[in-house]
């Protein structure tokens, strides 16, 4: 049973085309995984499925028998209800079933004989939907969810208190507790460490109901969909499988559709060369005419220009000192200490993971040794010769200047022409590059932080969640350029298959927890 229909969409972003009357579908129960490169319309894609856009053209079509789940970053989290209270809202049908027994109960000692026959009646089939819904174990599941995604230990904080890592397990908490019978979800895995990615990764396995799922992280793709649509060149393609399936047909199919193209080509050069020669003649028009109308014919195969890889090349610069920076007795933390005293070094040429649970302060140690956060307790000496490249996990601020200015603002000393080369250089197009960052995608967003860190020369990279919304292509340009960068790097990660053939020793912060968090 088809639960969303889509035919011949087309939508545009000013005059960049996104769709060109593509078609989806999606049937009960399949767990599909929408892909494409960074910029290509993913995120557009969901806004047009739940109407926060709607299309230039074609339809879309659910059916309205299926409840649909979106986690929406925009909801309104109000001082004064704690992170509990707000996850219970996914079950507010049963606790207004439950108020309503409790009225009816209270209301039993006055009514008349008939009437408290019907109002029991009421009340034994209200109950009974409260026991196959496990109303009772509502708070299980909720200290599941939550102990899956990392935010047990938040539930009794004030939502308003919350960070944004936070604030998007919440969403997602939520989201997943109401169960609906279709689950939207764009990138789920970013503010997720490794041990809650692998709790989400079975979730969604297990999922009876359907989902489409945005990711860049393509060993969590691979283990949770089923089907693949392929968003490329503004349409959608269908492949039954799972991402290391997609992979594999889809480069047989471009080979097949190139060996048909040059076939087609040979075929046209024949054909135009015949009628070029023959046209003029009296005795062989008549043959040219017929081969024009077979020209004229034949449906062109076109073979579409590859999309623009980015190429990233970091500017180094060497370190004289053998010793970057050294930690004594460092506690870190904002209001309170979220580790014991550290006591850590680091050396040129090291090349460093900070992995462990979100919430143990990785962002707090770069942000302490970067000087950018005054420290609870101890001392960190930072070489003089230092030439820092920091990479920020997100920005919050809705930054309306264009990508040009920004970037050239950076560096004011390059002519517009150099900042133009050097954002094409990361994969940008001119129409990126005119336009305000705040419209961009995140992985847009991330190539234009990507090429100011890029272009400074630097001997340490301090690097927090760069694969955070960067698609395929860019995430091997990116290792490779770590990989082949002279200078030193400290690289928050959370994806092992990216970091491991980077660095040269991880640091586990789950080691370095605060005593009381323990």
């Avoid at 889509?6 to 005059?15: A, L, P, R, T, V």
């Avoid at 097949?256 to 009296?282: G, H, P, S």
Wanted: with cysteine.
């Amino acid at each position: 049973m088809s639960i969303l229909t889509i035919e011949n969409m087309s939508h545009s972003f000013g005059d960049r085309i996104l769709f060109n009357k593509a078609n989806f579908k999606l049937l009960r129960g399949e767990h599909i995984g929408l892909i494409g490169a960074n910029g290509e319309g993913k995120s557009t894609f969901m806004k047009l499925i739940t109407k926060q856009l709607l299309p230039d053209d074609g339809t879309i079509q659910w059916n309205s028998k299926f409840s649909i789940g979106y986690m929406d970053q925009h909801v309104d989290l109000k001082e004064g209800i704690t992170a509990l209270n707000f996850l219970k809202g996914a079950f507010s049908d049963l606790f207004d079933i439950e108020k309503k027994i409790n009225n009816l109960c209270n209301e039993l000692g006055n009514m008349e004989e008939e009437e408290m026959n019907k109002a029991l009646n009421k009340i034994t089939n209200m109950q009974e939907i409260l026991d196959k819904s496990d109303f009772y174990s509502i708070n299980s599941k909720i200290q599941g969810t939550a102990a899956g995604l990392g935010i047990k230990e938040l539930l009794d904080n004030d939502v308003s208190a919350l960070s944004g890592g936070q604030r998007t397990k919440l969403l997602l908490a939520k989201l997943l507790l109401e169960k609906p019978d279709i689950l939207l979800l764009d990138e789920p895995t970013n503010h997720l460490d490794e041990e809650h990615i692998e709790w989400l990764k079975s979730y969604l396995t297990n999922y009876e109901n359907a989902f489409i799922l945005i990711s860049h992280d393509n060993s969590f793709l691979n283990s949770v969909v089923t089907v693949i649509y392929h968003l490329e060149h503004k349409t959608l393609t269908r492949y039954q499988g799972n991402y290391d399936f997609f992979v594999k047909l889809h480069e047989i199919r471009k080979q097949q559709l190139l060996i048909e193209y040059k076939e087609q080509q040979t075929e046209i050069a024949k054909l135009e060369d015949y009628i070029r020669k023959n046209k003029a003649r009296a005795s062989t028009a008549k043959q040219a005419k017929g081969r024009e109308k077979k020209l004229n014919k034949i449906d062109r195969i076109e073979i579409k220009k590859n999309l623009i890889k980015p190429h990233f090349n970091f500017n180094s610069v060497k370190m004289p000192e053998s010793i970057i920076f050294k930690a004594t007795n460092l506690v870190i933390g904002y209001d309170k200490p979220l580790s014991k005293p550290l006591n850590l070094k680091m050396k040129r040429g090291q090349k460093i993971a900070i992995t462990g649970a979100n919430g143990l302060g990785k962002t707090t140690l770069l942000k302490s040794l970067l000087g950018l956060l005054e420290p609870i307790n101890g001392q960190i000496l930072l070489s003089d010769y230092k030439k820092i490249g920091y990479f920020e996990q997100e920005l919050t601020e809705d930054n309306t200047n264009t990508v040009l200015s920004d970037v050239w603002n950076t560096f004011p000393d390059l002519t517009q022409t150099e900042i133009r080369s050097a954002l094409a250089k990361c994969g940008l197009t001119w129409q990126h590059i005119d336009s305000p960052i705040n419209i961009l995608s995140g992985g847009e967003q991330a190539k234009v932080r990507l090429c100011k860190v890029i272009n400074k020369p630097t001997n340490i990279l301090v690097l927090d969640e760069p694969t955070n919304h960067l698609d395929i292509y860019a995430k091997a340009e990116l290792k490779r350029a770590l990989k082949e960068y002279d200078g030193s790097i400290i690289l928050v990660c959370h994806e092992p298959e990216f970091y491991e053939d980077i660095t040269t020793e991880v640091w586990n912060c789950e080691e370095w927890r605060y005593a009381q968090n323990d």
